[in-house]
């Protein structure tokens, strides 16, 4: 009685291909300008190349570990799934007291205290 119509289907294509899209021109463009954007505005504030040098170093790291944010988020995935205790005997937890707290103290003997002492 209810079947879904093609048309919706190629429609859900359609937004998943824009958003897709979107993500790129974001992290390509947007990110790209501001990237640009703080090393000139480094520069400006200090005219110095090497604090300019240093936020371009700085602004790749950050770019790199975007660009490769889908790898990262599948290596975390997949280690999250992994069975961890395969292979492993049964764990042994060894329960000992507390050692006895240290207690230090102030001593003043053998101290001379002009006006106390007399």
């Known amino acids: 009685m209810y079947s879904t119509p093609l048309a919706a289907v190629g429609i859900i294509d359609d937004f998943t291909g824009m958003g897709k899209d979107l993500k790129t021109l974001l992290t390509v463009v947007v990110l ?16 110095s190349m090497l604090k300019a040098f240093v936020a371009a170093v700085g602004g790749a790291i950050v770019m790199g570990v975007i660009a490769s944010q889908t ?11 992994k069975d961890h205790t395969v292979g492993q005997g049964a764990a042994v937890v060894r329960v000992i007291a507390a050692p006895e707290p240290i207690v230090f103290t102030a001593s003043t003997a053998g101290r001379v205290h002009p006006g106390r002492d007399a």
Do not use: F, P, Q
């Open 32 to 47: 790209g300008i501001i990237y640009v954007g703080s090393i000139g505005a480094t520069w400006a504030a200090t005219r």
């Open 71 to 81: 790898v990262l988020s599948n290596k975390t995935a997949e280690e999250l799934k």
